[in-house]
């Protein structure tokens, strides 16, 4: 089992920048890969990034490359979400999850652990 724990959301200008952050207990984090998702009111929920448990892979959504940038600490068993250049169709709750294997999926149906989700409200 592990437990994820999100933060860092909150209101900014388009064009501004935020930092996700994730938190997990139980387990290390080392043991799985894992993702950024996110949902928007009235959609889907959506892959938006994702990096391998060794950390040495990494992918993103195309709406998102070039501006967001996923990376992860597995000593302190944290997982982050740098969004640069924000856009207001970036708005949206954004959820980490975890899923025990090595390689990085964009299938939310593969991962085996959610956190709550913390809300990021881009302004234009």
């Known amino acids: 089992q592990v437990q994820l724990v999100e933060s860092g959301g909150g209101l900014v200008q388009a064009g501004g920048s935020l930092r996700l952050s994730c938190a997990a207990s139980?387990?290390?984090?080392?043991?799985?890969?894992m993702g950024w998702f996110r949902q928007a009111p009235g959609k889907e929920r959506e892959f938006v990034a994702g990096i391998s448990r060794s950390g040495g892979n990494t992918d993103y959504a195309d709406s998102v490359k070039g501006r967001f940038t996923i990376s992860r600490d597995n000593a302190k068993n944290t997982v982050s979400l740098q969004m640069n250049s924000l856009k207001p169709e970036d708005t949206a709750v954004y959820y980490c999850?975890?899923?025990?294997?090595?390689?990085?999926?964009?299938?939310?149906?593969?991962?085996?652990?959610w956190g709550q989700g913390t809300q990021v409200t881009v302004s234009s």
């Open positions: 139980g387990r290390t984090t080392s043991r799985y890969a």
């Open positions: 999850a975890a899923r025990a294997n090595l390689f990085v999926r964009s299938d939310e149906n593969s991962y085996d652990y």
